[in-house]
């Protein structure tokens, strides 16, 4: 069933998946982060560890040390107390290596080889690293002799031991290790999680919903974002984007009404072509009276129908944003200006001087239809302005004149003594529905000029002047000068 042209659609989800959100990859990123440093200080702490428990051993041979002092006295251990002071120590020999000799203080009666020998004087850092990785990866049990300074340093102690009870303790402390990371990446990446989904993605998402929203009906002006008055990089965006909105809106209400209007133009444009039929037919019959005003005027009476029903039929083509293209023929500029003068109607009460300038030889490659439209929107504008002004002593000129500004161009130059055009009519020129010269205008008549200008490969502008009123000025491919007998 295809839903009614005003049905609300439902609105789509625009969160993402837990897994896919922004906040949940920069928990995992962070943990990841930590993570990783943890395992650089684990390195160095592994290897330390293990150099701590060896030397640690090696203290309880300076215990045994002072009961082999003791020996020397009298005190001899019995072969039970050898054997309880291993197990104490967890060793299976323990010696004492003085400068010159090596006294045996205790000795497990079944005593094979040792498979690693350890000496701590002679270790280095990086040796102890790859030896705490050894003992974590091995997996046999190994015999160490382990050889290091005790006391003052001026002897050594010696000891034999199992490596199980070593590689059990590093194994406890690899985990706690890495319980402690874990809780400390976990922390970090919960605080990064809260602070980012705080002050980044709910911003953020409030941004993606006003958008759905006003994307859902862009002409409603209270879908517009309202800024939430902050200071930083999503303050601007959010002002940013509200003021893109609310000219998006503007101009999506405006080409509404263009439509709008240009669909009631193609109406009244029907009707108007058969109205405009009519008065062809009425005004062909007027030829035929011998009145001599009529006989004067029903020419130019017929032309400007006949442009008239022309234009009815092009009406479209600039609905559709685009004018015809030029139906180029070499032309006689100042025939063309006469006949854009006829077609005003200018009366002497009105005082209105119309100047032709343009040399009588002159010929230039455009349209003179299309041409005639844009000059008689341009000179038709001056006569509305010079209309208004009041006062005998006022100078009411307009003139069309031509002139060679080089570069393989020709100027056509369109000025009034009028009151000239006002800001707002500048800051808008040529731009239809905002473009008018005048009150109640539509700006029509400059937006069709600046296309047709256009499409013969000119420009228009209009330019500031020393003198009062209007100076257009239009600049075309260079025009051909014909003899005066030709």
Same mark, same amino acid.
């Given at each position: ?88 120590? $967890?060793?299976? @020999? /323990? ?5 010159? !000799?090596? %006294? *045996? ?5 079944? +005593? &094979? #080889? ?105 002409? $409603?002006?209270? @879908? /517009? ?5 902050? !200071?930083? %990089? *999503? ?5 940013? +984007? &509200? #003021? ?118 002159? %010929? ?123």
């Amino acid at each position: 069933m295809t839903p009614a042209p005003n049905e609300a659609k439902p609105r789509e989800d625009t969160r993402p998946r837990f897994t896919r959100r922004l906040s949940t990859r920069l928990f995992a990123l962070t943990v990841v982060a930590v993570m990783g440093a943890e395992v650089l200080v684990f390195v160095p702490s592994i290897a330390r560890f293990r150099l701590d428990w060896l030397q640690s051993k090696l203290e309880t041979v300076s215990v045994a040390t002072l009961m082999a002092d003791f020996a020397e006295g009298g005190l001899l251990l019995s072969p039970d107390q050898e054997s309880e002071l291993l197990h104490a120590l $967890d060793a299976r @020999l /323990i010696a004492i290596r003085r400068p010159g !000799s090596t %006294e *045996l203080l205790a000795r497990v009666p079944d +005593l &094979a #080889g040792v498979d690693e020998q350890v000496d701590l004087s002679k270790e280095s850092r990086v040796d102890s690293v790859l030896a705490a990785f050894d003992t974590l990866l091995s997996h046999r049990p190994r015999t160490i002799r382990l050889v290091g300074p005790i006391g003052d340093g001026t002897m050594s102690g010696e000891i034999v031991f199992d490596e199980v009870p070593l590689r059990r303790a590093m194994l406890v402390n690899s985990r706690n290790i890495l319980l402690l990371s874990l809780g400390i990446a976990s922390f970090a990446g919960l605080l990064v999680f809260g602070a980012i989904s705080l002050f980044l993605l709910r911003p953020i998402r409030a941004l993606t919903h006003a958008l759905v929203r006003f994307g859902a009906d862009p002409e $409603d002006p209270s @879908l /517009i974002l309202k800024p939430s008055g902050r !200071s930083d %990089e *999503l303050g601007i965006a959010e002002r940013e +984007l &509200a #003021g893109m909105q609310g000219v998006l809106a503007d101009t999506l209400r405006q080409q509404r009404r263009l439509a709008d209007l240009g669909l009631a133009v193609s109406k009244i444009n029907h009707d108007l072509r058969n109205i405009l039929a009519s008065a062809q037919l009425i005004s062909d019959r007027l030829a035929d009276v011998p009145d001599a005003q009529v006989q004067r005027f029903t020419p130019v009476l017929i032309r400007s129908l006949d442009r008239a029903l022309h234009y009815t039929q092009s009406v479209l083509a600039y609905g559709r944003a685009a004018e015809s293209r030029p139906v180029r023929r070499l032309t006689l500029l100042h025939r063309l200006v006469e006949d854009v003068f006829e077609t005003q109607l200018v009366t002497p009460e009105q005082g209105i001087e119309l100047v032709n300038g343009v040399d009588p030889a002159l %010929e230039a490659d455009l349209d003179p239809e299309q041409f005639f439209r844009a000059l008689s929107n341009l000179v038709r504008n001056s006569v509305q302005a010079l209309e208004g002004e009041t006062g005998e002593a006022i100078v009411r000129r307009i003139a069309v004149r031509t002139e060679a500004p080089g570069g393989g161009l020709l100027r056509l130059v369109i000025e009034d003594t009028g009151p000239g055009l006002g800001p707002a009519a500048r800051d808008h020129l040529f731009q239809a529905f905002r473009g008018s010269t005048r009150a109640g205008g539509t700006g029509l008549g400059l937006a069709i000029v600046a296309e047709i200008v256009k499409a013969h490969g000119g420009q228009i502008r209009l330019t500031a002047s020393a003198a009062p009123g209007a100076r257009f000025e239009i600049d075309l491919p260079a025009a051909l000068p014909v003899s005066p007998g030709a």
